[in-house]
């Protein structure tokens, strides 16, 4: 059985939440940020009340549309500091979002179990030895550096594979890994480098995705971060990323219904809602 953090996801465990803890003042969604220590303290418990499984704490912006990459001395930073409060107020497994391998050393230094690697761990050839090191749980994004054509679906699969074999390498068991289809991070054109750019359209490749979760998990439990994303905005017609919850929940519910086995949101009281009624509803 798969556990991350040492909490069994997957197969007949119940889905679970991810509940995202945003320390990058310069994210897409400026209303999640929480940059003080009373802030991240009151989210991380209001999080935990309203039935998060992990946090996952993000220390740099990737939304592929901004420029917002800052150096790994401040990114490292963050989370360190953000890492202290959870700690000191909650028993929740800790998951860092990084790609870079000098901040996931930092972070595991300090006591935290999941890596979330946007990039599959493509990005920094250094991760594989500070994974090696620590074994942590991982989340494994669908990533390539090179522009990427055919298929969305078996591309992503074929992306995902890549990344399970770096894990192997790495000798990261089976048992610790979850994937992650990357919603949001395949596009056309980007300012930062933690995107897979692609010639197709990028919201008709986000929708085939969640519509053939079930396909891309490969035996392995499957992770879902759509919350107040750019496709959503793209559909509704709603710019403002605060204006995407209700489109955010739906998208969520039918994810669960089509394979997702974690939901990584902003909204954790809105989203266990929504995903227990999924859950109760999927076939």
């Not at 009373?38 to 740099?60: C, L, R, S, Y």
């Not at 979760?213 to 992770?223: A, F, G, N, R, V």
């Not at 994810?255 to 009624?277: C, F, P």
């Amino acid at each position: 059985m798969t556990r991350i953090g040492n909490v069994g996801v997957g197969r007949k465990n119940p889905v679970r939440i991810m509940g995202i803890l945003n320390i990058s003042p310069e994210s897409f969604y400026k209303k999640s940020v929480k940059t003080t220590k009373i802030h991240i303290k009151n989210t991380v418990k209001q999080m935990e009340n309203e039935g998060a499984d992990f946090i996952d704490v993000g220390g740099m912006s990737t939304a592929p549309y901004l420029s917002t990459a800052i150096s790994e001395k401040v990114e490292s930073k963050r989370i360190l500091d953000a890492i202290k409060i959870i700690q000191n107020i909650s028993n929740l497994p800790i998951s860092v979002d990084t790609c870079r391998s000098k901040v996931a050393r930092d972070a595991l230094e300090n006591g935290i179990e999941i890596i979330n690697d946007i990039s599959g761990l493509k990005y920094d050839r250094k991760m594989q030895e500070v994974i090696s090191e620590f074994t942590p749980s991982l989340i494994l994004c669908a990533y390539d550096s090179k522009i990427v054509f055919g298929n969305t679906v078996t591309t992503t699969k074929k992306l995902l594979r890549e990344s399970l074999k770096i894990a192997k390498k790495s000798l990261i068991p089976s048992e610790k890994i979850v994937l992650d289809p990357a919603i949001g991070f395949f596009r056309k054109t980007g300012q930062d480098p933690f995107f897979t750019k692609i010639k197709s359209d990028w919201v008709k490749r986000d929708l085939s995705i969640i519509k053939n979760l079930d396909s891309i998990k490969q035996s392995y439990p499957i992770l879902i971060s759509v919350s107040n994303k750019s496709f959503l905005g793209d559909l509704l017609g709603k710019e403002n990323p605060s204006d995407r919850l209700f489109g955010s929940i739906a998208a969520e519910a039918i994810s669960v219904l089509n394979g997702a086995d974690i939901v990584r949101t902003h909204n954790v009281e809105a989203t266990k809602d929504a995903i227990t009624i999924a859950s109760k509803l999927s076939k």
